[in-house]
């Protein structure tokens, strides 16, 4: 019997709004290199940032597939000075490390409606 389908986190809208604010979230995050959100936004957001540096990572090689892998990222962050920026400037920091690029920091609640707060930012 197959398992029960589960639908990820919504943080309100559809998966396509979903989509677009965690792309636009990651686009934040590689322009000022870490950024402030709901604990939660930053738990959702870690791995898709994680991937996006990793296809940084692969596109650094001068093979067939760079430009594909470039064009995967604008395609995903739909920014091309933060795709510009990650692949060129962020990316090549991570070369010798396997991983880990994002840790989140937990501040503690917010005043007006005590969500958690957490500051995700690039190791």
Same mark, same amino acid.
Request: hydrophobic share 40%.
């Given at each position: 019997?197959?398992? =029960?389908?589960?639908?990820?986190?919504?943080?309100?809208?559809?998966? %396509?709004? *979903?989509?677009?604010? +965690?792309?636009?979230? @990651?686009?934040?995050?590689? %322009?000022?290199?870490?950024?402030?959100?709901?604990? @939660?936004?930053? &738990? @959702?957001?870690? /791995?898709?940032?994680?991937?996006?540096? =990793?296809?940084?990572? &692969?596109? *650094?090689?001068? $093979?067939?597939?760079?430009?594909?892998?470039?064009? *995967?990222? *604008?395609?995903?962050?739909?920014?091309?000075?933060? =795709?510009? &920026?990650?692949? $060129?400037?962020?990316? /090549?920091?991570?070369?010798? #490390? $396997?991983?880990?690029?994002?840790?989140?920091?937990?501040?503690?609640? #917010?005043?007006?409606? $005590?969500?958690? +707060? @957490?500051?995700?930012?690039?190791?």
């Amino acid at each position: 019997m197959p398992g =029960t389908p589960r639908r990820a986190r919504r943080f309100g809208g559809d998966a %396509a709004h *979903q989509r677009l604010m +965690m792309a636009n979230l @990651a686009a934040s995050l590689f %322009a000022a290199e870490g950024i402030t959100t709901t604990e @939660a936004k930053a &738990k @959702a957001l870690r /791995p898709i940032a994680e991937k996006l540096i =990793t296809k940084a990572k &692969k596109a *650094q090689d001068d $093979n067939p597939m760079r430009v594909h892998r470039i064009r *995967q990222i *604008q395609g995903y962050l739909g920014d091309r000075e933060m =795709t510009h &920026k990650l692949v $060129n400037e962020v990316a /090549p920091r991570y070369l010798e #490390r $396997n991983g880990g690029y994002t840790r989140i920091l937990k501040l503690g609640t #917010r005043s007006g409606d $005590n969500a958690d +707060m @957490a500051r995700i930012e690039l190791v």
